[in-house]
C-alpha cells in the first residue's frame, strides 16, 4: 500500500536551518510528483512547493522562494525539504503529499512533521 | 496568484441533515481539457487532510456519495448530502490550474 512517511518532529533556534524527509513506497517513485504543504497552529494549509522525482525539477512557492529547497533521492524513494533562516513565523505542521498526475489532486499524504521555531 | 476564498467559515449541522460549503476562485480554473482544476479535501482533528473530491466533481477512491461535488469556472460548491458524526473537520478546497497552488482558508463543520 501506498505510504509517505515522514521524520520527526524538530526544535530549532531562529536563523538555523531544518531538513524534513519523507519516505515514499508501494508505487513507483518516479511517477509521481511530491508536494510540501505547512500548515500553522490553528491556521489553514499553504502550499510550498513541488519536487518531480523523475528529474528533479522544482518549483517553489514565491512566499518561500529563497529559502526552500526540495530535493530527492531515488535509491531511497525519499523526499527532502530544507528551510533556512527559520523565524517563529516558520513554527507549523509540514506535509508531504503526492499528487495523482490523472488527478491533478493530492490522493495520499504523510503524517506531518511538527517544526517548532524558538529560542 | 489565485485567491480562493470559502464560505462559511464555519457550519454547525444536525447529523441526517444536508450541508453545502461554497468555494470561489479569483479567475476561472476551467482547461482546455474540460475540467475544473479544483478540489476538495478534509482535515479530521489531529489527521493529515484526505482527497474527498478531484477536478471539481470527481469523488476520490472510498470517499461516500453522500459527498459531492459541483460547479464550474470561479464558483464551486461541496454538498454533503446527510451529514454523519464522523464528517466533522475542516473542508478545504485548493486550485491546481496554476503552478503557484493555493487552498481556500477552510471551513469548519461541526456536529
Known amino acids: 500500500q501506498v505510504q509517505l512517511v515522514q521524520s520527526g518532529a524538530e526544535v530549532k533556534r531562529p536563523g538555523a536551518a531544518v531538513k524534513v524527509s519523507c519516505k515514499a513506497s508501494?508505487?513507483?517513485?518516479?511517477?509521481?510528483?511530491i508536494h510540501w504543504v505547512r500548515q500553522a497552529p490553528g491556521q489553514g494549509l499553504e502550499w510550498m512547493g513541488i519536487?518531480?522525482?523523475?528529474?528533479?525539477?522544482?518549483t517553489y512557492g514565491q512566499k518561500l522562494q529563497g529559502r526552500v529547497t526540495m530535493t530527492c533521492d531515488t535509491s531511497t524513494s525519499t523526499v527532502y525539504m530544507e528551510l533556512s533562516s527559520l523565524t517563529s513565523e516558520d513554527t507549523a505542521v509540514y506535509y508531504c503529499a503526492r499528487e495523482r498526475p490523472d488527478y491533478h489532486a493530492f490522493d495520499f499524504w504523510g503524517q506531518g512533521t511538527m517544526l517548532t521555531v524558538s529560542s | 496568484d489565485i485567491v480562493m476564498t470559502q464560505s462559511p467559515l464555519s457550519l454547525s449541522v444536525t447529523p441526517g441533515e444536508p450541508a453545502s460549503i461554497s468555494c470561489r476562485s479569483s479567475q476561472s480554473l476551467f482547461y482546455s481539457t474540460g475540467h475544473n482544476y479544483l478540489d476538495w479535501y478534509l482535515q479530521k482533528p489531529g489527521q493529515s487532510p484526505q482527497l474527498l473530491i478531484y477536478l471539481g466533481s470527481h469523488r476520490a477512491s472510498g470517499v461516500p456519495d453522500r459527498f459531492s461535488g459541483s460547479g464550474s469556472g470561479t464558483d464551486f460548491t461541496l454538498k454533503i448530502s446527510r451529514v454523519e458524526a464522523e464528517d466533522v473537520g475542516v473542508y478545504y478546497c485548493m486550485q491546481a490550474l496554476e503552478s503557484q497552488l493555493t487552498f481556500g482558508g477552510g471551513t469548519k463543520v461541526e456536529i
Open positions: 519536487i518531480k522525482p523523475s528529474g528533479g525539477s522544482t
Open positions: 508501494g508505487y513507483i517513485f518516479t511517477s509521481y510528483y
